[in-house]
């Protein structure tokens, strides 16, 4: 072990050795390639009987941490060396904390049906191993044997309970108690926490973040709740004694000291012990940034750096991190579930009673949306105010709730607010809004916001029809307890919903309330009124999620820091390649972003400077023939004017190209589009292009599209979920044909909606990277013509 130590540290491989400059993203491509990395490095060092190597005679220890690193690496049930082991954790009884930690939560995140019984033999260990009395009271140390607790054996025994919770084995409120108390007693005058409870102790990195995964944790499950139950009564809005003041202080000192080239002011020790503790600060406070930094693109970066190019695997330098295996394991394990995809984002506006009345609403939310999805997500809290929409953008969904009105004070504020989410809406993100605790106020102030945010008139908030597929995406919801949700179509789909306050005279809670009185792991028995409620406001918010996401999440590598932006160059148009959106009855603005997002991934992709039109131009405006090439879409059946035709009929044959689509494969939008192409050209019909034809190839500089990803929706029975199926096909392209070149390219799939960055539920056609691929290729077609 000494020798490979060595080895790396002459090659330059230690975490000691980097030098950190964050600016860029990461390309999602390459931190799946190093987690694959060391997820094989694991499987090639695994022994026969399921372990691994045993660290200081704990054969336990070591094999849990190896296997709670696959199992968060998306290792799949049913891998061999998984399997294995899992039958060798299963054979154990540890007796000593780490070891007895690890594999509780290796239990419980890989089958706690299977595994039920042990997890419950351990819980009842720890609560006998917790020490009861004295400077240590509430603390774990390292077995019965330990005289005193220390806040790393502490917080893995947390950990341990936590996710036994999570998997349904109850564990005593006195337990947590007695956790809360003890870490509240350890914490520094700073806000700081160090090793023991003695707080004349310095606080480091390592330990702090521990201090503020447990009290997150232990105050969580003994919390009783901002809603309670007093027989079939919902009483919402009834905030409890909070401690984010002990967690804020704690939150400051990890911000002002953070940096993940060490652990905080505990010199060269821990390193990937402390990113494994910012991982879980991360993910537990739903914070992006901690102290300005967004921690997990910086301790990706730094991962990724210090690994070496010819490693797949890491080692830290010094103590239990000079083994390769402890030290894998636990970048692992930052690198994983660092990146798990944000569901939602709450928006902080104003102070915390304005917007955060019921501080578990979301988290409970996003918990149920795992265990019906199956997947590990996450979610965030965002400032509004101080937010760019390049913020924004990192979550698919913004929830925006509130008693009182959301407006800024200022006409200035209220201006600069609306653009902000116009700008996230126009790039497809989806806003979901809900007034709550008698939430007249917030009312009044969202509709006088979104006013701003749409002036155009044809975006009003309307009541959602029975029929919308909102209402049964995911879950049917119990028509006793169903609500008004108003809503905006924009783009190719409804992108604001809102849940307007219960009418007068109405008890009927927000859904945010009901939200809050799921908890699992501490579910209370409900008298059965209540317990419909709170069942249907979560179906009522899955289904608004799932309607909203598709189901389809990023992992946050995947989604860029900075939005696209168009190719620098000068303020004119000289050199630029210019495209316009045509104009015309059918729904000419349905998808407003499809052709600037096309130009914006041509820009980056193909480095091609290109502009946009940013209003569709007229069919009989003479401008036409400035464009090479032009884009048009629609949803709705349309009809043209004998002028219309004559000018695009000109246009065609004087060398210009059309791209069409129907947006969501609207048929009235195809058979109005095929109809007028015939009467302009009775004897140039619309033909299949050939597969063979170079439009359809990279014989342009562009990509292979002999396959492409087309989404189908499927049609479902009375209460089952909405799904689609994604198929590989070869694109559905028709052109008509003037002498050697085509003139007019049509898709009856839609290319539209998927470009516009919208996720949808009922919209047949091609997946976003297909459908820019696609779009892509005729631009560079076109420019040969």
Known sequence: MRSITRLLIAAGMTLATFAPAFCDDIPPERVRKVIEGGVGYLKRQQRNDGSWTPYQNDPVGITGLCTLALLNSGVPPGDPALNKALDYLEQQKPQENYATSLQTMVFAQANPGRFRNLILRNVN???????????????????????????????????ALYEAERAGVRVSDRTWRFAKEYWERAQNDDGSFGYRVDTSTAGTGSMTCAGIASLVIASGRIRAGDAHVEGDQINCCQQDQSDSNRIERAMQWLGANFTVTHNPNGGKYWTLYYLYGVERVGRLTARRFIGGHDWYREGTAMLLASQGAMADFWVGTSMA??????????????????????????????????????????????????????????????????????????????????????????????????????????????????????????????????????????????????????????????????????????????SVVYCPPAEPGKLQPSLSCLWELSR?????????????????????????????????????DEIPSQLQKAADGDAFDR?????????????????????????????AQLNLRTRAREKPIRLTDREIFDYPLVFMHGRNRFSLTDAER????????????????????????????????????????????????????????????????????????????????????????EGIRFADRYGVLFSRFDLSCALEKQNSLECRGYIREDAARIGLNVLLYSLQQ
């Open 646 to 733: 004559e000018q695009l009929k000109n246009y065609l044959q004087r060398g210009g190209l059309l791209l069409a689509n129907a947006i969501c494969a609207s048929e009235p939008f195809a058979e109005s589009f095929r109809r007028e192409m015939a009467t302009m050209f009775p004897d140039l019909p619309l033909e299949p292009i050939p597969a063979s034809h170079p439009l359809l190839t990279p014989a342009y500089g562009g990509f292979d599209l002999a396959l492409v990803t087309r989404r189908d929706p499927q049609q479902r029975g009375r209460g089952e979920r909405l799904e689609d199926i994604l198929r590989k096909v070869p694109p559905d392209l």
């Open 575 to 603: 050199g630029r390649i210019r495209i316009a959106n045509l104009r015309h009855p059918g729904g000419c603005d349905s998808a407003p972003r499809a052709l600037v997002n096309l130009m914006e991934v041509a820009a």
């Open 520 to 556: 699992a792991g501490r579910e209370t028995e409900y008298p059965k009124r209540v317990a419909d409620q709170v069942q249907a406001g979560l179906s009522t918010g899955i289904n608004i999620l799932a309607y909203a996401t598709n189901r389809e999440l990023k992992t946050k």
């Open 321 to 494: 991190e000079d083994n390769p295996l402890i030290a894998t394991s636990l970048a692992l394990l930052f690198l994983s579930k660092g990146r798990r995809p944000v569901l939602l984002t709450k928006l902080r506006h104003g102070p915390e009673e304005q917007w955060n009345q019921h501080r578990a609403d979301v988290n409970n939310l996003a918990r149920y949306v795992e265990s019906r999805w199956r997947i590990d997500l996450t979610w965030q809290v965002v400032d509004l105010q101080a937010a760019t929409v390049d913020d924004l953008m990192q979550s698919p969904v913004l929830y925006f709730c509130g008693g009182t009105s959301p407006l800024p004070a200022a006409e200035p504020g209220q201006d600069d607010l609306a653009r902000k989410l116009r700008g996230y809406l126009d790039r497809g993100g989806f806003l979901f809004a809900e007034a709550y605790c008698a939430g007249e106020e917030f009312d009044r102030g969202f509709r006088q916001l979104v006013a701003r945010v749409f002036p155009e008139e044809e975006y009003r908030l309307r009541l959602l029809p029975p029929e919308h597929p909102i209402w049964r995406a995911e879950e049917r919801v119990d028509p006793n307890y169903l609500r008004p949700i108003y809503g905006i179509d924009f783009g190719c789909r409804t």
């Open 125 to 159: 260990w720890f609560e006998q191993m917790q020490i009861q009395d004295g400077t240590f009271k509430g603390s774990w140390g390292y077995n019965k044997a330990s005289p005193s607790g220390d806040n790393s054996n502490s917080q893995f025994a947390l950990l």
